[in-house]
């Protein structure tokens, strides 16, 4: 079984592919239009450079060739959502070809990854009309096409699951689930293939591809033939049905696009920071650092700035310490991770390791460390700590006095100690570390009993 | 006289004011330049009803430098012909005989830079829209390198070959107004990459003409161009014979690339969201547009929608769009050899003078392409040119165009006032 996919992505650029008008906001259907994307006679079209970079951050991740020179070309057909009829694509000079993605141990080829907008949107009322809205006229949309190397339904599913983890974060994508995918799914069982286009989300492209491999199957056993076609799925029946034959391939006249001239990506990608592959950054951690594959792709699948984060401690202290660290350290703050910037983050990678060193040589407890990792991601000042040892068991005495119930309830349930332990935690501020405070508390709850 | 005094005699203009304000200069603008206030049909029926929601850039420029818009000349429709009788809104007269064609696609502007004083006309052109129609009404036109006014405004036919310009009975005007309207503008990408204008550039010293040009232009003409070139050459001007190999094919590429272009450009028009929009909404979506395409669209405009689509298709691709701009590269090399040695290149602007309206009528689509064929291999490759009169004939006048390497608009304005200081134009209606 052949497997090759077509993905479409929206880039998070604020303003539209050709036009100023922004991308997203007011949802009122065509607010957020102009002359422009609407195809009035006499306006042209002006090139979003920051749909370029994001696209030229993709072929660089895919590690893909990147041309000296690129231009839009003209997609002609006739369809009401297209202003223009044409719809702006790269046909002959993508931004990037042959790259690959790292799926595991298998290498899927990228054929191409090209920059294109997003048609308007067709709403169908009841009494046969359509509405159109323009607002997602010219919103930028890379494509990212593989080669038909993925060999199963499921296969293709935690391709796409991988691969749009890595899209999403060399975009700066918040995860919005799979709302913003869009897929042409190339499948072929005997020799001919079926195309089963726009099907949405990564549980239908699954369930479409499983649909198409069972019904090429029955075809072929039965001695028919898989004729190649274009086919739709349908959502709510999970099937797919016949679009129409392929008799000769869509012709679509594609012709460079006169009105934005030719761009020079080579030199523009050079400013563009190429992101890892997380396949590529577990297999760093294994490598250099030693680390368990299991816990790596944990680490790497939580956050990639964790696994960052890793490398930055593990560099400053050991593999052990720095995994101890981050998982259960850092992993309390995984979202405030995530939330700051790349600036932020450098600096606070550095006040890490920093924090991590300390921990290691005992001049810090554990306790102190995550307080002050909290602070630091919370941007509060780091309280003062450790000055004033008083008396750990003095301190848990009277906590136990003014909580009696305590006693009661460990007795039932061991947990019950939590709340002493926290309670003298936020005491004493970082002062003890957390293994001393627990084995105190419960030396001296079981005193009591 | 007022604009409807000169338009109904010469039918020049698609739409028009009486009263606009005196301003410093009256201008005039093709219809397929976006003014406020103005519908823009663009030559065509299916644009009736088109209000530009703003200026062109080239017309907020002109009225920015004090020029007041007295209305839309009329133009071939989408600036495809070269007659300039296929706008909708008629067909404008000849100044210098009512019989007589204006020649497109600028028809109406030539018309009225000829006829109303101290006229400034903003044209258009997508290959020769400018320079046959300047030279049929004996008028000067300018038409500047690709790139240098930006196109932000104005309805595209072939983007690459679209250009606007300005046509005027006194060149002096070229060297007042230019500037006003070249600059980089943000809005057309294709302005952005333009070097400064440099007006400082003096008339050629140098000129090329092809070797063969008495071979490309009626009897008529032979004489009245040949005066002019001995008349370039007492004026110190060092004439030389040249070749232009790509010659040939320029008309068949430009047909192929601009109407490839143009075919893509004219899809839009489906009879939704601006002009004509009163078809029968029970239609579906292909029925209606297919009908609103073949009611009003005219001629012009479907035949370059199925030729232009048909030189794009994938198996036929290779030997027409394709070989069509590998002809545009050679063209741009072999006039960038020829630059080397020469400061310009001067040439008939068109074979014949202004042809009757009963003679066009007989003209089938190829025995008419002859009016291009002096002004595509540059209309191709984006030069710099002007033409000027240079005589008449029967009555009629000549025109003679030079072009200069690209951005070197100073070196054709110099020229074309170099030349008007000797050169006594005759106004229409005094021509015996």
Not at chain 1, 159 to 187: E, S
Not at chain 1, 249 to 269: H, N, S, T
Not at chain 1, 325 to 337: I, N, P
Request: net charge negative.
């Amino acid at each position: 079984m052949k497997i090759g996919l077509e993905i479409h992505v929206q880039l998070p650029t604020k303003s539209k592919l050709f036009c100023a008008c922004p991308t997203s906001g007011d949802d009122l259907p065509n607010s957020r239009v102009c002359p422009g994307c609407l195809g009035f006679p006499g306006f042209k079209p002006t090139l979003n450079r920051k749909a370029i970079e994001y696209g030229l951050a993709l072929a660089k991740m895919f590690g893909c060739t990147i041309p000296e020179a690129s231009w839009f070309s003209r997609k002609t057909y006739f369809y009401p959502d297209l202003s223009r009829h044409y719809q702006g694509t790269q046909f002959a000079a993508p931004i990037g070809s042959n790259g690959t993605y790292a799926l595991g141990k298998k290498k899927i080829r990228i054929r191409r990854v090209h920059l294109e907008e997003d048609p308007g949107s067709i709403r169908r009322v009841g009494d046969g009309s359509a509405l159109i809205d323009y607002n997602r006229s010219g919103v930028p949309l890379v494509e990212i096409v593989t080669e038909p190397d993925l060999s199963s339904p499921a296969e293709a599913r935690r391709f796409l699951a991988d691969m749009l983890r890595d899209v999403r974060r060399t975009l700066g994508m918040r995860d919005d689930g799979d709302r913003t995918v869009r897929c042409d799914c190339n499948i072929s069982v005997g020799k001919e293939r079926c195309e089963v286009k726009n099907v949405t989300g990564l549980r239908n492209v699954e369930r479409c591809l499983q649909y198409e491999a069972v019904r090429q199957t029955r075809v072929l056993k039965a001695g028919g033939v898989v004729e190649r076609e274009t086919r739709n799925y349908d959502e709510g029946r999970k099937i797919t049905t016949s679009a129409r034959k392929k008799g000769y391939e869509d012709d679509y006249g594609y012709i460079g696009e006169p009105d934005l001239g030719v761009f020079r990506p080579r030199a523009m990608a050079e400013s563009v920071c190429a992101t890892e592959m997380s396949s590529d950054i577990v297999g760093r951690l294994v490598g250099d650092y030693g680390l368990d594959p299991k816990v790596a792709e944990q680490i790497v699948h939580t956050s990639c700035r964790m696994a960052s984060l890793f490398t930055t401690v593990a560099d400053a202290t050991d593999t052990e310490t720095s995994r101890y660290w981050v998982m259960s350290v850092a992993s309390d703050h995984k979202d405030a991770l995530d939330a700051i910037s790349d600036a932020e983050f450098g600096d606070v990678s550095v006040i890490a390791a920093d924090l991590a060193v300390k921990q290691k040589a005992g001049e810090i407890t554990d306790t102190e460390c995550a307080i002050r990792m909290g602070c630091l991601l919370g941007g509060e000042d780091t309280p003062e700590c450790s000055v004033a040892r008083g008396n750990l068991e003095e301190i848990i005495n009277r906590l136990i006095d003014e909580n009696p119930g305590v006693l009661g309830d460990y007795a039932k349930n061991e947990k019950a100690l939590n709340r002493i332990i926290g309670l003298a935690m936020r005491e004493t501020r970082g002062a003890y570390s957390s293994s001393e405070v627990v084995l105190t508390a419960k030396k001296l709850v079981e005193a009591r009993l | 006289m007022k604009p409807s005094g000169y338009n109904s005699r010469y039918g020049m203009f698609a739409s028009f004011s009486d009263d606009v304000p005196e301003g410093k200069f009256q201008f005039s603008a093709s219809d397929d330049i976006l003014a406020l206030g103005f519908e823009a049909r663009c030559g065509s029926e299916i644009l009736r009803g088109y209000v530009p929601p703003e200026d062109s850039t080239a017309v907020a420029a002109l009225r920015e430098a004090g020029g007041s818009l007295v209305g839309k000349t009329a133009i071939d429709e989408f600036k495809i012909c070269s007659f300039g009788m296929t706008a909708e809104c008629g067909v404008p007269r000849n100044p210098y005989d009512p019989d007589r064609c204006c020649g497109g696609s600028s028809a109406g502007a030539a018309a009225a830079a000829a006829t109303i004083p101290g006229h400034v006309a903003l044209a258009s052109s997508s290959g020769a829209g400018i320079n046959v129609p300047a030279s049929f009404c004996g008028v000067y036109g300018l038409t500047p390198t690709w790139g240098r006014v930006s196109r932000h405004g104005l309805i595209d036919y072939a983007g690459s070959c679209d250009r606007i310009g300005l046509m005027s009975a006194d060149p002096a005007d070229f060297r007042k107004l230019l500037p006003r309207i070249s600059f980089r503008d943000p809005r057309d990408p294709s302005s952005m990459a333009q070097p400064d204008l440099d007006l400082g550039l003096g008339a050629p010293k140098s000129v090329a003409v092809f070797k063969d040009w008495e071979w490309m232009v009626s009897k008529e003409v032979r004489p009245i161009f040949e005066n002019a070139l001995a008349e370039l050459g007492d004026k110190g001007v060092r004439v030389d014979a040249v070749e232009l190999p790509s010659l040939r094919y320029a008309v068949a590429a430009h047909r192929a690339i601009a109407a490839a272009e143009g075919s893509t450009s004219l899809a839009r028009y489906c009879g939704l969201r601006y002009g004509r929009q009163d078809g029968d909404l029970s239609l579906g979506f292909d029925e209606y547009f297919t009908n609103m395409r073949s009611e009003h669209f005219g001629m012009a405009a479907k035949f370059a929608s199925v030729f232009g689509t048909y030189v794009r298709m994938m198996d036929v691709r290779g030997s027409y769009y394709m070989d069509a701009v590998a002809v545009r590269g050679a063209l741009v090399a072999e006039f960038k050899r020829i630059f080397e040695n020469h400061d310009a290149v001067v040439l008939p602007t068109v074979p014949t003078v202004a042809p009757r309206f009963d003679e066009i009528k007989g003209l089938g689509l190829q025995e008419s392409e002859y009016v291009e064929t002096l002004s595509l291999p540059h209309g191709l490759a984006g030069m710099p040119h002007v033409t000027m009169p240079c005589g008449y004939a029967s009555g009629m006048p000549v025109g003679m165009q030079l072009l200069a390497d690209h951005w070197k608009e100073g070196t054709v304005i110099a020229a074309a006032e170099a030349w008007s200081k000797s050169f006594k134009t005759i106004k229409p209606g005094a021509v015996k």
